[in-house]
């Protein structure tokens, strides 16, 4: 029987730091191995002072409840990426494995109209990603959730009312590999569950309006939204 793995993930708070107080309450009620946050962390675009601040408030807050892993999301700094770096909290292009399950990450975006921080191009993100899906199958994994603060092109999960605005790139990776789960963030006003072949797709929300979602991985990846 194999062991069963829970991961809280929360993304885009944008500065309300009330998310994180509680996404605590969350671990302290169940147990998690993991808490996974997906990017956006202050209320100004590119502010690094209060980057790094957020950031040490949700490190600080969480650290002993469960394992903290986070993306930065598109409106962050580079100096945000350095420090989660330096702490080696950051999930942004690295692989990991909870048993056989392979955790993916990838944050910012592909290039917005509004040139914010933290933005990589499509063939960058492509690349990447086909690189860590590779790594993945040959380490066996026999599971794989790809966590991305940016959601996949052309799906409920990229929707404005003006139409799609998610990465091309993400859907490549998703077309392709056909991970079992992408959690995702981003947009919104997008918050949805839809599917690209076999893959689930979960726009989880913004935590700044109370979303959340936890995942319990065995056998099964299972998903369930914690609205407060």
Known sequence: MEDIYRILVFSDMHGNRRVVDIA????????????????????????????????????????????????????????LQKFLEDQGITLHNKLLFMGKTALIGWGGSHPTP??????????????????????????????????????????????????????EAIRHIIEKYQPNLNVCGHIHEAKSTDHVGDTKIVNVGPASKGHFLALSVDGTIETEEINV
């Open 24 to 79: 605590k309450t969350i671990l302290e009620k169940d147990g998690f191995n993991m808490v996974i946050y997906l990017g956006d962390f202050s209320e100004k675009i590119g502010d690094e002072k209060s980057n790094i601040e957020d950031a040490e408030y949700l490190v600080g807050r969480l650290n002993e409840h469960a394992k903290v892993k986070t993306l930065f999301g598109n409106c962050d700094t580079p100096k």
């Open 114 to 167: 509004f040139h914010t921080p933290s933005e990589f191009s499509e063939s960058e993100i492509e690349k990447s990603l086909v690189k860590l899906m590779d790594e993945a199958a040959e380490r066996g994994a026999e599971k794989l959730i790809l966590f991305t603060h940016e959601p996949p092109a052309n799906t409920k999960a990229d929707e404005l009312p003006s139409g799609h605005v998610g990465s």
